[in-house]
């Protein structure tokens, strides 16, 4: 997280924002698993009045980067002229344009959550009955890119924390036998928010193998 030198007067304002935030609304549909989800635009209208009201702009761009993902910046600006910003990086799918604009809607959606303390609203009390956590207000910055990644497993409903722990398994076994884990991931045609889900699950040097698009040799075995 970076901010101005002085952050007293926005973080005051985003205070009194957060107080009257209502969650997003879960009013997409995912195709693969037909369960409802909050998207971009259910964040926005959960958080634009709010902020608005209280001298608060928030900013989007893009940062290039050399890896398979899509990186957004989110700054949050008081007018007073102190600001908070962060940044957060999503894998992309398929390296084409609706791969990356795909990404970066998704992006995008966690980014802004993220920083202004938006979390989707529990409108089947499902919630309630499983205990998952659910996203604390806080400042951008303080949410990580693996933090997210867990979100995305733990908004997910039962089903389909199932189904991303199977593939999660099945790629560790591929990785342990020296197969290339990148392709398989490719060809499960995941969107964003799943492949999201399966970066948790996934240590650190099979989403590097994923990311480089190749398998890192196995080690070969002591005589």
């Known amino acids: 997280m970076r901010t101005s030198d002085s952050i007293k007067e926005i973080g005051s304002a985003l205070a ?3 107080a009257t935030m209502a969650g997003a609304k879960r009013d997409s549909t995912n195709p693969h698993f037909k369960s409802k989800y909050a998207d971009l635009a259910s964040v926005w209208d959960a958080c634009r009045e709010a902020l608005t009201s209280n001298g608060i702009a ?5 940062r290039a980067s ?3 993902e899509v990186t957004v910046e989110t700054r949050l600006i008081h007018d007073s002229g102190e600001w908070i910003e962060g940044e957060l990086s999503v894998p992309v799918v ?3 344009a609706q791969g990356f604009g795909s ?3 998704y992006a995008r959606r966690y980014a802004l959550a993220a920083a202004v303390g938006v979390a989707p609203e529990d409108d089947d009390g499902q919630a309630a009955v499983t205990a998952r956590p659910t996203a604390k207000q806080t400042l951008p910055g303080a949410m990580n890119g693996a933090d997210v990644n867990r979100e995305a497993l733990n908004s997910m409903s039962d089903e389909q924390q199932d189904y991303i722990r199977g593939e999660a398994a099945e790629v560790k076994k591929l990785h342990a036998e020296g197969k290339s884990v990148a392709e398989y991931v490719e060809s499960r045609h995941m969107d964003p928010e799943e492949k999201m889900a399966l970066w948790a699950l996934l240590p650190s040097e099979i989403r ?3 990311k480089r ?3 890192q040799p196995a080690l070969a075995s002591q005589p």
Do not use: C, P, R
Not at 58 to 62: A, D, G, H, L, R
């Open 213 to 215: 698009g190749k398998q």
């Open 208 to 210: 590097s193998a994923i």
């Open 103 to 105: 990404a970066l809607t």
């Open 94 to 96: 398929k390296s084409d």
């Open 66 to 68: 050399g890896l398979q």
């Open 58 to 62: 928030v900013v989007q761009m893009t």
């Open 16 to 18: 009194k924002a957060q």
